[in-house]
């Protein structure tokens, strides 16, 4: 009798500590208006040069007309893994398949010195060049999507203004990245590739969008990190002075990672504080693949110590990073009532022993987490509609990229939802299309329009 009472005040407490770890991740209606409304203010704050967590950067790039022609290469760099790239383009949005060859960072690169990272690189485009059947004297043209926040200074030069990703490479801050790839170029006697473009990829994977749909006008990556660019007009970014191109659009980096104004848990404070960026990129650490299984796990970590999950000794891993986000969607692709992936998940993680009650558990807190993520991306993403359009009076196409938004079992779904709950009906006007390797592609296409205005001079 006794432990049948234990064992009810058992139930009671988890389905009372769920819940309140439900609300603390919930974001409702009012919530995301929120978000929209604080979106606002700082992107106006950001295109007037005033001080703001969204930089706001003008790229010196417009979408492309689609008409474009030629062969391109594009170097694809921002994250652990990095792609190099031969793109066809046939003019009519149409390209042929590209050409790719990937590559793996080591710690001594993210982490080493800036040399280390680059001259890695070159040697990697020598590789390629190799297989291409590229000769030296035969001259190419790069494009160079690199996604870190840069403050980009013409369409081939910016200064890195902060690493974010975990990328940590001395001596580059500050720096001129295509100054620093060109010289890494230089000692491997690469002087035959022209880098003519540097881009970040979501302004890569809109231009890739948009070569083959004019409607579409925002690039968003939810990958390892996450960002967004959008068209802007010209005459509205203020704090270009000498505007070079009169009243025509510019592609503005939102580096919307870096937003703040959001209900915060008291995971999300651990983990920031426990970050090589602390309250840097707060809303990239709710967002993305990077974070959500951190969150995670620091959930579970509090749940197996109060005694509410795992009822046998063994623990949930301790250490950083180990519950990866890629778990979460297997996790919540699992079915009950015997969560058989979870048991699996679990048992590589070092826990030996757990009910099918504690899987569910943590199938809900996966849950909860990736919801939240998915609501205020929706949010960021309709913010930057509602600026373009306040009216939601024509339809946009978001090309959009990223593991999280590609893998993730109800992501997508979710998003849609709190389109549904922020604009009513108009929600079908907000239609999101899956631009892969848009980013790579994306600095081809970029690279095009750089040479197609170098002729034309
Ligand atoms: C980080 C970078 C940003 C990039 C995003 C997605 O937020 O700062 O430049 O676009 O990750 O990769």
């Not at 006794?2 to 991740?25: C, E, G, H, P, S």
């Not at 035959?192 to 994977?205: E, M, P, Q, S």
């Not at 959500?292 to 795992?310: H, N, P, S, W, Y």
Request: net charge positive.
């Amino acid at each position: 009798m006794l432990k049948r009472l234990n064992l009810k005040r058992l139930y009671a407490v988890k389905a009372k500590t769920l819940d309140n770890i439900q609300k603390a991740f919930c974001l409702t209606k009012a919530d995301l208006q929120n978000i929209i409304r604080s979106f606002h203010a700082e992107m106006e704050r950001g295109l007037s040069g005033k001080i703001s967590r969204l930089r706001m950067i003008p790229t010196y790039v417009a979408r492309p007309t689609g008409n474009e022609r030629g062969k391109f290469i594009a170097l694809d760099l921002g994250g652990t893994n990095f792609r190099i790239l031969a793109l066809k383009l046939r003019g009519n949005g149409r390209t042929l398949p590209p050409h790719v060859m990937k590559f793996a960072l080591q710690k001594r690169q993210i982490t080493g010195t800036g040399d280390d990272l680059f001259d890695f690189i070159a040697g990697c485009i020598k590789a390629f060049m190799k297989r291409q059947n590229i000769q030296l004297f035969e001259e190419c043209e790069l494009g160079f999507t690199f996604s870190f926040p840069v403050r980009q200074t013409a369409l081939a030069s910016g200064q890195l203004v902060c690493w974010t990703k975990g990328f940590s490479a001395k001596g580059v801050v500050g720096k001129d990245v295509v100054g620093l790839l060109r010289r890494a170029l230089i000692k491997r006697a690469l002087r035959n590739v022209k880098i003519i473009a540097l881009t970040n990829d979501t302004v890569g994977t809109l231009v890739a969008g948009s070569y083959s749909d004019r409607r579409c006008d925002v690039g968003v990556i939810i990958g390892t990190g996450t960002n967004a660019c959008y068209p802007e007009k010209a005459s509205k970014i203020r704090k270009m002075p000498a505007n070079p191109i009169g009243n025509r659009e510019i592609i503005i980096n939102i580096e919307w990672g870096n937003f703040n104004n959001l209900k915060k848990t008291r995971y999300d404070k651990l983990l920031d504080a426990s970050s090589h960026n602390p309250r840097e990129q707060i809303l990239e650490k709710m967002v993305s693949g990077m974070y959500l299984g951190e969150i995670t796990r620091l959930v579970l970590a509090d749940l197996e110590k109060q005694g509410i999950l795992f009822s046998t000794p063994c623990s949930i891993p301790g250490s950083r990073l180990a519950f990866r986000t890629e778990h979460m969607s297997a996790i919540e692709s699992d079915e009950a009532p015997h969560f058989y992936a979870t048991l699996r998940i679990l048992r590589g993680l070092g826990v030996r022993y757990s009910l099918p009650d504690d899987r569910k558990l943590v199938s809900e807190v996966c849950r909860a987490v990736s919801k939240r993520a998915a609501r205020i991306s929706a949010a960021a993403i309709t913010a930057v509609v509602l600026k373009m359009d306040a009216g939601l009076k024509k339809a946009h196409v978001i090309a959009i990229d990223g593991s999280v938004y590609e893998k993730h079992p109800t992501f997508k779904d979710d998003m849609k939802e709190a389109f549904q709950e922020l604009t009513g009906e108009k929600a079908s006007r907000i239609r999101m299309v899956l631009t892969k390797d848009g980013s790579g592609k994306g600095a081809a296409i970029i690279a095009a329009v750089a040479y197609a205005s170098q002729e034309a001079k």
